[in-house]
């Protein structure tokens, strides 16, 4: 992008695509200030590491910059899904304004955020937009993939690919803005499939304690009474929305139980070796495959909306049997 800008041939219209929570949109923002920036400054990056810096030439201290990063400029126009979509009058509503002069003189930039939200009717509208775009006017969407959009407008868009963030960069970036220690950053970043913002979700929902918590009742699991495995399958399934985590977390703990043996050093989990060490002491390796298959044919029945609570019982138990 820093070369597009440099160049100066800048096409009208991209398509920023990958998983949610990688900086497609801060990208995106950082994109519409370097083009605006009234200081702008030699391409320079604080994050070398990132698919897409988020300090594209802009200086980020000049008015024109602030505005920007503060969603108050007149000229970067925002739509996003209201609710799940993108109904056809955000898109009129778009269209209106773009009919208009632009306030300022710089470049007018429209980012259009989840644009696989948008349903036909407001697809085909953007679409009469991309084939005969306004002046000196910059279109920005992002989504996690070309396949959710119309063909016809990922054909008039130049698609640049975000790579999930690796996990050392992530790890970087949460310790250096929450309050967690290494290791507790660390195990947000395993869980996230590197999006930042689905690390910082499972941190705000407690997932740091939670997981301390879920490694103690695991590798006790084998060695309680049935009505202790039933009552934790309830407190599982009670957090409807956490058990996704929770069983890609649990899937993680058997991977490192399995590894450990023949890896130490390759351990996700790595701050809780003491307890995949006993863990591993005493289960063979054939039972904790076989555990594998359970926790991911449970996640696939929650998937396709079975009950939780009758899901995680029949897991549990037979985690616990195995
Ligand atoms: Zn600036």
Redesign the pocket.
């Known amino acids: 992008m820093a070369t597009l800008l440099r160049n100066g041939h800048i096409p009208h219209a991209f398509i920023f695509t990958g998983i949610d929570g990688i900086g497609k949109q801060t990208a995106a923002r950082a994109f519409a ?1 370097a083009c605006n ?3 702008p400054q030699p391409f320079k990056t604080a994050w070398p590491d990132l698919p897409s810096p988020p300090a594209v030439n ?5 008015r ?2 602030r505005r920007i990063l503060a969603d108050n400029h007149p000229d970067i126009l925002h739509v996003r899904p209201s609710g799940n979509l993108i109904r056809i009058a955000a898109i009129r509503e778009l269209i209106q304004r773009l009919m208009l002069k632009p306030y300022e003189q710089g470049k007018r930039v429209v980012i259009i955020a989840n644009a696989h939200a948008m349903n036909p009717e407001a697809g085909n509208a953007l679409l009469k937009v991309l084939e005969e775009p306004p002046e000196n006017t910059l279109l920005i969407l992002t989504a996690q993939q070309t396949t959710d959009l119309l063909p016809t407008i990922v054909s008039r868009c130049q698609q640049i690919r975000f790579a999930p963030l690796p996990r050392d960069v992530l790890v970087e970036l949460i310790a250096a803005n929450e309050d967690l220690t290494r290791e507790e950053a660390l195990s947000a970043a395993n869980l996230s499939g590197g999006s930042y913002t689905h690390a910082l979700r499972l941190i705000g929902e407690g997932w740091i304690p939670r997981r301390t918590w879920l490694a103690k009742e695991v590798s006790q699991l084998r060695t309680q009474p049935t009505v202790t495995i039933l009552a934790l399958a309830e407190k599982l399934a009670a957090r409807k929305a956490l058990l996704p985590d929770t069983l890609a977390w649990l899937l993680s703990w058997y991977r490192d139980v399995i590894v450990f043996p023949f890896q130490p050093q390759q351990v996700v989990n790595s701050d809780l070796q003491d307890q995949i060490e006993a863990t591993a002491a005493g289960v063979d390796q054939q039972t904790l495959i076989k555990g594998m298959r359970l926790i991911q044919k449970a996640l696939k029945d929650l998937q396709a909306n079975a009950n939780p609570r009758l899901t995680m019982e029949a897991l549990v138990l037979q985690l616990a049997a195995g």
Do not use: D, F, I, S
Not at 58 to 62: F, P, S, V
């Open positions: 200030m920036c009234a200081n802009a200086c980020g201290q000049c024109t910059c």
